[in-house]
C-alpha cells in the first residue's frame, strides 16, 4: 500500500464526464443541498444536516481527517455542467496490514439514476489498484439498497455475505450490511 499516493498531495482524479476532488468552503452551498436531503442518506450512516453552519464545519473536518490520513472525502464534480459538484466518494479504514480499504459514496439526488455513482466507483478502484497498490476494496450496503449494490456489481465487487446485526449506524441503530469486495486479482482478470 503506498498512501503516499493518497496523502502527499490531495489527488484530484478524473474520467470523461467527472473529476473527482477536494471539497472547499466555495462548494459549501452545493454541499448543504446534498446533506439537507434526507432521501440522500435513507440507506447510509448518516444524518441530514439542516443547517448550513453545520456543513460548513464539515468541510474542515474532511481536511482534518484528510491531515490525520484516517479518511479522504472527494467530491465528485460533473465536467460538462460547470464542474457542478453531484456527490461524494470517500476511502476510510486503511487497514495496512492486510493491505485493504474501505468504500463510501452518496449522490444529490438529481444526479440518481445517470451513472455517475458508477463511473466514480470505477475512477476510485483504477486509482486505488493502480496508484496506490491496494489489495482489497471493500463497501458495506445496507441490504435493501438495491441501487448501491448494482453499482458495485458493474464495477467487479462480489457479495461476500450479509453481516447479522454487525454495525451500529448514524440515525439507523445496528444494522444488517452486506459486504461486498473486488480483489486486485479480480481487478487484473
Known amino acids: 500500500m503506498n498512501l503516499e499516493k493518497i496523502f502527499m498531495k490531495f ?10 476532488k477536494k ?4 462548494h459549501l452551498q452545493e454541499l448543504y443541498m446534498i446533506y439537507d436531503n434526507e432521501h440522500v442518506f435513507q440507506y447510509c450512516g448518516i444524518i441530514p444536516k439542516h443547517n448550513v453552519q453545520t456543513v460548513s464545519k464539515m468541510i474542515g473536518h474532511f481536511e482534518r481527517d484528510y491531515q490525520k490520513k484516517s479518511r479522504v472525502k472527494w467530491g465528485i464534480f460533473h465536467k460538462n455542467q460547470d464542474n457542478t459538484l453531484v456527490g461524494i466518494i470517500e476511502t476510510m479504514d486503511f487497514n495496512q496490514k492486510v493491505n485493504m480499504v474501505t468504500i ?3 449522490l444529490a439526488e438529481d444526479y440518481w439514476g445517470k451513472g455517475f455513482a458508477t463511473e466514480a466507483v470505477r475512477i476510485i478502484v483504477n ?6 497498490k491496494i489489495n482489497r476494496i471493500q463497501a458495506e450496503v445496507m441490504p435493501a439498497n438495491e441501487v448501491s449494490k448494482k453499482v458495485l ?4 465487487f462480489l457479495k461476500e455475505g450479509l453481516l447479522r446485526q454487525a454495525s451500529i449506524w448514524s440515525g439507523k441503530g445496528i444494522v444488517d ?3 461486498y469486495s473486488i480483489l486486485k486479482a479480480d481487478y487484473i482478470s
Open 104 to 106: 463510501g459514496y452518496f
Open 23 to 26: 471539497i472547499e468552503v466555495l
Open 127 to 132: 486509482f486505488l489498484f493502480e496508484e496506490v
Open 153 to 156: 456489481l458493474k464495477n467487479g
Open 177 to 179: 450490511l452486506e459486504m
Open 11 to 20: 489527488p484530484v482524479l478524473q474520467s470523461e464526464q467527472l473529476v473527482l
